[in-house]
T-cell receptor, first 116, second 109 residues
Framework: ETGVTQTPRHLVMGMTNKKSLKCEQH?????MYWYKQSAKKPLELMFV???????ENNSVPSRFSPECPNSSHLFLHLHTLQPEDSALYLC???????????????FGPGTRLLVL | GQNIDQPTEMTATEGAIVQINCTYQ??????LFWYQQHAGEAPTFLSY??LDGLEEKGRFSSFLSRSKGYSYLLLKELQMKDSASYLC??????????WGAGTKLIIKP
């Protein structure tokens, strides 16, 4: 496979469930990102990992827990979510964003999450 | 605060030209990106501008004026497949992308 892949593509969960979203990048990048995309709103950056280290957490509630075991894989663990967490969750990757110049981010297709 | 503004929705006719504007106010500037996103799909990179002027890439061109905090994406010879949302994003001084809400472009035959 090439590019950035995400699984599952669609997820329905109750507020008491625990689930995980998976992202994998095949581009040889060092940085990975989680974004939340809600209808008619700008993409919201949630977490950034650079060389497996978390470099950004944009005040995301603790019911979202990221994990980055290596530079190619990124997970988002979900527990006790709320209905307002329903959205499209996008993963992206790039070269090192702090290497001395802006780097283009490449996105996966996203996981459409519905919390009941 | 940081802000990116772009129109919510635009309509254009197949074969015509459309210009999607983006204005921004950010903490620092390390370039402006345009992405295309079809419904239910990943945003895909279209263009990057860091210097003033026009960058042309086939049917798509992107313009930047840093002094005015302004960019536009110009789409020529519109095709039905160009129906999508177009996202404007500015990279700030911390190399983080600040995103607009996107412009939904509807192409009519």
């Amino acid at each position: 496979e090439t590019g950035v892949t995400q699984t599952p593509r669609h997820l329905v969960m109750g507020m008491t469930n625990k689930k995980s979203l998976k992202c994998e990048q095949h581009l040889g990048h060092n940085a990975m990102y989680w974004y939340k995309q809600s209808a008619k709103k700008p993409l919201e950056l949630m977490f950034v990992y650079n060389f497996k280290e978390q470099t950004e957490n944009n005040s995301v509630p603790s019911r979202f827990s990221p994990e980055c075991p290596n530079s190619s894989h990124l997970f988002l663990h979900l527990h006790t979510l709320q209905p307002e967490d329903s959205a499209l969750y996008l993963c992206a990757s790039s070269q090192d964003p702090l290497a001395g110049g802006p780097e283009t981010q490449y996105f996966g297709p996203g996981t459409r999450l519905l919390v009941l | 605060g940081q802000n990116i503004d772009q129109p919510t929705e635009m309509t254009a006719t197949e074969g015509a030209i459309v210009q999607i504007n983006c204005t921004y106010q950010t903490s620092g500037f390390n370039g402006l990106f345009w992405y295309q996103q079809h419904a239910g799909e990943a945003p895909t990179f279209l263009s990057y501008n860091v210097l003033d002027g026009l960058e042309e890439k086939g049917r798509f061109s992107s313009f930047l004026s840093r002094s005015k905090g302004y960019s536009y994406l110009l789409l020529k010879e519109l095709q039905m497949k160009d129906s999508a949302s177009y996202l404007c994003a500015v990279m700030d001084s911390n190399y983080q992308l600040i995103w607009g809400a996107g412009t939904k472009l509807i192409i009519k035959p």
